[in-house]
């Protein structure tokens, strides 16, 4: 039945073809169906303007999933702003597209395989470089882009005709090309440098991919004793007592009189036994601890410092699994007890060596930030190695500038600053990865005579010497390597004359999480001024984070995830997208509740239910019979609710443009009132809710249900608007619910088969309708009014009353005026007589001048309703009483929050108003 309701109709519109409830399930996966089927979503180069075409383009790229992943509701969030951004551009006629796609995810595939391979007790090597990257190659075939399929099902409207790979043949050629532009540029290079490396990954990892997490550890202090008078010794303090056994030095400040003396003198190294010298460098704060710094060049970046400037060896003191081992330059150094022996193991025993020596001084109890894997999560080791590295600094140049001028805007505006201080404060990237899936670094080196070089297609012969066996390096690059180029790249990048880099590039807007800021923005629009010469987008967008209701980020480990697609089975897409809107203040994070989806997703299934009941009983009451063309009604034809639902429209839509745009800066930068304009999702969707909902429902539709059933002109007019006002509101709600408003849109008797929402015309606003509302307006202030008075005296709906209307002429003619109107919907009487003299209820309507009185004499129990609203005066005095008496504290004013105080005060003020509005009322009641 409900399957019927998504394909074309030309019989009449009947209640079965309508049913009470609307099925998600059963219309949402036929509409997108149809949506593709039709090539809605599909771009076309050839109507961009920059190809000759006349359409202004608008384009997306989807942060690129991982390719085996599968969708969470943070992908729920980012994917649903897009899609509102994608969907209001493409209906205000830019030629709009959004690229999908996914990411190759070195580290965390290769884990997924690795950890299967592991169930038949077989490791990567055992397999070979070249068997294991096709098991993974095979895996990603099976289970890869997963994710794509489910974003439909939340209704993401991308151009799947383009959907990009990060290690596909044609995104491999960007890779290869930049890292040979870079390479030859002398901006890639090898380095012998510590780097940060992952025991369970065995690899190298950035300095973003190693996260700090804050934790509570030990600080050492143990005594280096002179070699030359044992007696006498230095004390150094540590995190990683292990690490010890790499040490090839002690450190002071040059200008610290406490150890002038020791300067040039060797100290004993504990456990290893082993004669380092005392040196002097200004790296060492001679105000933290004891002022000395214990020197492992091969296990901490400041230290390798050091030890450059010293010429100091570098011993290498751990394998890549962190297990203790003699390793480079560290012969004799750790003891045979301890090889093997896990990183952590050995710290207990070294630590417990220390103490049986009299050389452990004390341990303290310690705060600090530790380094962790993001992948695994494993404790990061410091670690001499041979990595690629981009130098950035150059790079970043141009990425910086671009936001400080406004070319660039990152809203919210506060991670301006966490992005300038990255950017100014770069270090090299280190890209290369030891591990197999992913692009390989395309350097090969001559066995011959080691001639090096980085190629775009592979060698066969030394370019230098001739011969044939040249060897390619082994490291794979960075996942983030591949996706800095995801802008430019998925459009066809490097062939400059590719008809979709003409015509979309530069992209529009760019939404993601901030976690990514540094991993994937700044790399972007750095790479984008390398290969590009210009910003690849003018906006970055940072949505919040989902969290629970304990404040904590939604994780598959904590087990406080929400699947999208359980919410949309339950409630429909619509509802999911819907509240995740309304949630999305500009950077605000989400808060749901894992335990209780029902009042989670509350907001978003309580609104399409109201939508689809307004939009049931509108079509139902309309019919299907012609309706007049809405352009040929005449300002005299109208009546004063009809031009106060056009002024309504008019500003629902001045908000809705105001709360999405402007969609791109006037001119080459955003102007300082341009930067934090729009891209605000939650106003958005509250204005076209309010519009719908509090406007057209409450008001409109309930004001003209007699017009409807009465034949004749009048009820052509009243059907001519709500049918354009409803069609107009469709549109503004399509981009945040798009299934129900397409579902309803084809209903309309005006709907031409065929077309979809999706297509259709943005709302403009129709100045010739601005302000039309102030007669309405009145009449609405009146019914309120009436409505409030039959609420406070307990008046039952049925209950007959007369309202009598004091003020000026002019507007009680035009209240009474309504007075059909106004007795079906305040179920009240209006009159200008004098209203009878006795207890009465009285509203002012603030500045107009009017005063509704209702006598309450006959329909009020007055003895009854005088003791109740005395019972209320007494308790709200007593009440407050108490809390002016708190107030007039000064222990309570003095030593209270600031904000407990205020909050006091306004409760206060709230008290007050209401007692004196009950005294009035005693005064009016009960004499």
Known sequence: MVANFVREMTTPITPDELPPQYDAAATEKALYAEWEAAGVFRADPARSDRNGGDRTPYTIVIPPPNVTGVLHMGHGLNNTAQDVLIRWRRMSGDEALWVPGTDHAGIATQNIVEKQIAKENLTRDDLGRDAFVERVKTHVEKTGGVILEQLRAIGASADWTRTAYTLSPELSVAVREIFVRLYDDGLIYRGHRVIHWCPRCLTSLSDEEAEFNDETGALWHIRYPLSDDPSRSIEVATTRPETMLGDVAVAVHPDDERYADLVGKTVRLPISNIDIPVIADTYVDREFGTGVVKITPAHDPNDFEVGKRHNLTMPVIMTPEATMADGIDAAGRVPADLIGTDRFDARKKIVKQLESEGLLVKKQVHQHAVRHCYRCDTVVEPRLSDQWFVKMAPLAAPALQAVREGTVRILPERWNAVYVNWLENIRDWNISRQIWWGHRVPVWRCAECHFEKAYRVDPTTCEQCGNATLVQDTDVLDTWFSSQLWPFSTLGWPNEKAPDLRAFYPTDALVTAPEILFFWVARMIMSGYYCMGRSPFHTVYLTGTVRDMEHRKMSKSL??????????????????????????????????????????????????????????????????????????????????????????????????????????????????????????????????????????????????????????????????????????????????????????????????????????????????????????????????????????????????????????????????????????????????????????????????????????????????????????????????TALRGRLGNEKFTGKAPPELVEAERAKEREWTARSEQLHAKVRSLCG
């Open 559 to 880: 087990g406080n995830g929400i699947d999208p697609l359980d919410v949309v089975a339950q409630f429909g897409a619509d509802a999911m997208r819907f509240t995740l809107l309304q949630g999305m203040g500009l950077g605000v994070d989400v808060m749901l509740d894992p335990t209780d989806l029902e009042k989670s997703f509350a907001p978003g299934r309580n609104f399409a239910t109201k939508l689809w009941n307004i939009g049931r009983f509108l079509l139902l009451q309309v019919g299907t019979d012609p309706v007049r063309d809405f352009a040929s009604l005449t300002d005299a034809e109208l009546t004063s609710v009809d031009r106060w639902i056009l002024d309504r429209l008019a500003s629902g839509i001045s908000d809705c443009d105001a709360a999405l745009g402007p969609a791109r800066p006037t001119g080459a930068t955003w102007t300082e009132q341009e930067r934090t304009a729009g891209m605000r999702l939650d106003a958005y969707a509250e204005a076209a809710r309010r519009f719908v909902w509090n406007d057209l429902a409450d008001w409109y539709v309930e004001a003209c249900k007699a017009r409807l059933l009465q034949p004749g002109a009048d009820r052509e007019v009243a059907r001519a608007v709500l049918v354009h006002v409803f069609d107009q509101a469709l549109r503004l709600l399509h981009p945040a619910i798009p299934f129900i408003t397409e579902s309803l849109w084809r209903r309309l008797p005006t709907y031409t088969a065929g077309t979809f929402i999706a297509q259709a015309q943005w709302p403009s606003r129709d100045a010739s309708h601005a302000g039309g509302g102030a007669a309405f307006d009145l009449v609405r202030e009146v019914i309120t009014g009436i409505r409030q008075l039959r609420s406070d005296y307990g008046l039952a709906p049925g209950k007959e009353v007369t309202a009598y209307v004091v003020g000026p002429d002019a507007l009680v003619q035009r209240v009474l005026a309504e007075s059909t109107l106004l007795g079906r919907m305040a179920k009240c009487a209006v009159t200008a007589d004098a209203a009878p003299a006795g207890p009465a209820a009285h509203v002012m309507l603030g500045g107009t001048g009017l005063e509704i009185v209702l006598p309450l004499a006959g329909i009020v129990d007055l003895g009854k309703e005088c003791a109740r609203i005395q019972t209320e005066v007494d308790a709200l005095d007593k009440q407050l």
